[in-house]
């Protein structure tokens, strides 16, 4: 009951120290219209940056797992230079990829600020011989380029002496509300920094999990950040207040409840840079697991973890640039669409035109004959290759006219019309897509 009445107070307390501003009223989802941007983004590029890529180690995650001891996991704070760093270069690559946002780590569960932060000791500024600011370049940059940016910023601090957690065996200390009250307190005045120098357009928060809503004040940061910045959408990892949802690594089966929703996902095995993983998945398969996302009405955050100096792997500025020559190339069936017709469908992904009227086909393979539509009620008046234009044959099988099932649509790719990853062909319809769902009819008259 004593500690039970101790939680309580520090509950309350908590309560009590968040300015009435911010505690005035409920947070909502945002709305329809300030979600629009993300719905028609689709494609986003993550960026893990941090002193872990000094010696290539996993981030916070190494030392919280006792991979390593904490003392020198931190050591690599010496040798975190961003000598080569190149705001400009990244954002131009980011742009030439077709991403539409990119998302920033200013903040891992390490607790090193990559911002020149007041509410802390630990930053790139004051902990590492890079010295200096490292987003504020790079948000001067994205606004340039016209992209919408987002911030992700981890509400768990492992470093941080306030913060009870150490690792997955040890704490700092248990039911101390007046200590807890010092990291909200330090949490706030790090998010009231991010959000006046650079009012993002998404945060990205991660490390919900250790810590109820009501304990990390997820109500109070949401109307924090949107008492000034009252457009900026929230991922869902802030234990019930965010506006998508945040599947990681495994593309979803099937489409996801949520209406807005976004697959992050690694080029390799590891968000940040580590000189040991060279286990790069090809652009083939990365474009397929975008063509995926699509498919469900979903977008994929793409990430990439530069090196300590700031410059970008090889292998991750190709396949970025493989991006680029795909998304250019297939933009309007990217860009302005929605989620496709259910699988049983075609043997492929789908999309949908925004009015529905056009339905897109990608090609994740090299077909052996004839492409095949299923169920399609709608009149077909031309079918063409996006990216070339070029009209091409088609033809309905298996349509009698004594019943209501459609016949079999059936499309004639040319070969020269293969993409090298995926090949893209649109139908258009002589209105919003119908679908016969039906098991099929036995003939009663003929």
């Known amino acids: 009951m004593k500690r039970l009445q101790t939680i309580l107070a520090g509950m309350l307390m908590l309560s009590c120290m968040v300015p009435q501003s911010v505690r005035a009223q409920e947070p909502v989802k945002q709305s329809e219209e300030n979600m629009k941007w993300f719905a028609d983004a689709k494609l ?3 960026i893990h940056w941090g002193i872990y890529a000094v010696n290539g180690v996993s981030e916070s995650w190494s030392f919280f797992n006792k991979y390593l001891p904490y003392d020198e996991y931190m050591a690599q704070c010496k040798g975190f230079t961003a000598a080569n760093y190149d705001p400009k270069a990244w954002v131009d690559l980011i742009k030439e990829s077709g991403a ?14 990559l911002w020149d932060t007041k509410a802390g000791s630990l930053s790139t500024t004051k902990s590492t011989p890079a010295g200096r600011d490292l987003i504020a370049p790079f948000v001067k940059e994205v606004r340039r380029h016209g992209l919408k940016l987002g911030l992700y910023y981890s509400l768990l601090d492992w470093s941080h002496p306030d913060y009870p957690n150490m690792t997955r065996t040890e704490t700092r200390y248990k039911d101390d509300p007046a200590r807890w009250q010092k990291f909200v307190d330090f949490n706030m005045a790090q998010l009231k920094e991010l959000n006046t120098q650079f009012k993002p357009d998404l945060y990205w928060f991660d490390g919900d999990w250790e810590q109820s809503a009501e304990a990390w004040n997820s109500k109070g940061i949401v109307n924090l950040l949107r008492s000034t910045n009252p457009k900026t959408i929230i ?3 802030i234990q019930g207040y965010g506006d998508y949802a945040t599947p990681e690594q495994g593309v979803p089966v099937v489409r996801p409840a949520d209406k807005y ?3 992050c996902m690694t080029m390799n095995d590891s968000w940040g840079f580590q000189y040991v993983d060279t286990n790069y998945k090809s652009p083939y398969i990365l474009l397929r697991t975008f063509v995926d996302c699509l498919s469900m009405g979903g977008n994929l955050l793409l990430d990439i973890g530069p090196k300590e100096d700031g410059t970008i792997p090889a292998e991750q500025v190709a396949i970025l640039k493989e991006f680029g020559r795909w998304t250019k190339k297939h933009k309007e069936a990217i860009y302005d669409t929605r989620a496709g ?12 035109s925004k009015a529905g009227d056009v339905l897109y086909l990608y090609l994740p393979y090299k077909p052996n004959g004839p492409i095949e539509v299923k169920g399609l009620m709608n009149k077909v008046n031309r079918v063409w290759v996006v990216g070339s234009g070029e009209i091409i044959p088609y033809k309905i099988y298996n349509k009698n006219y004594w019943s209501e099932v459609p016949g079999n649509l059936y499309i004639d790719v040319p070969e020269k019309a293969i993409d090298p990853q995926i090949t893209v062909v649109a139908v258009l319809l002589d209105g919003p897509v119908k679908l016969y769902r039906g098991a099929g009819k036995v003939i009663e008259s003929n």
Request: a neutral charge; hydrophobic letters at 35%.
């Open 235 to 237: 991922n869902s990892r």
């Open 44 to 46: 986003g590029i993550f």
């Open 341 to 352: 017709i259910p699988a049983e469908h075609f043997q492929g992904y789908t999309t949908l």
């Open 261 to 263: 929703w976004e697959l």
């Open 100 to 113: 539409r946002y990119t998302v920033i780590t200013t903040k891992h569960h390490d607790g090193v600020a």
